[in-house]
């Protein structure tokens, strides 16, 4: 069972899995909900969330007080405890997570919902699908710059999927005589996926806004487990597949 298939409850040890993984140091930092919302783990502070959300110090402390996480200058949170975000991926998450495949408001990609909406903070809904690779992949090469993978923000990150033989499939050659995808997955049209960063744990579990197909819900999902769905984190021309908006 992977973790994305089930909720970590506030009683978790090791992921729900410690067979699997161990936490003896306690640096499985700030675990993620179904909606995207952070779960203190031991250790976790101002400084790591700051950290996970690529924020300042003084933006995660206001977070945290807002929430009542820090009383006259006291951190109060306990392990389990719920930090809840507000951002176009939470509502996302909220409103269409627990939809069964192919509800009509589920009508939308993984190209539109990271590059046309997600990452520039606009709503994640019908209307946001980008029909083929190529127009995503155009994107990224027009509107977005290639950052290092250390270098990813959190909200804002564009992830590019692929493999070294993509839409190879013969139902695909109409669509590649008319250049809308490519079987080069270095060049515009070969992408096979996109995903937004949404955080990297202090052990290095990378996390992403996924949806996985147009007929699918939204999730939260580690970086690994989509990459055994689509292949690894690929970019145009031998670049990194992170992509950060030109502004």
Known sequence: MTWNSYIIDRYSYARNCPLMYSDPTGQLIWELDRNGNLIMENGDNEHSLAKFLNTTSEAAMQLLTTQGYINEGKFNMNVGDVLKLDNVFTRNLLAHGNLPNRHPDLD??????????????????????????VTFDWKLQNQYSSIAAEDAVFGQTVLRFTTDNPFAESQYNQHVKGNWVSRDPDAIGGALHGATFYGRSNDGTVYVHTKNGWETAPKIMRLSDVERIYGPVRGLNGQSGYYLKLH
């Open 108 to 133: 939308y990609n993984c190209w539109g919902a990271s590059s046309d909406a997600g990452a520039n903070g606009q709503g994640i809904e019908n209307g946001v699908g980008i029909k083929y690779p």
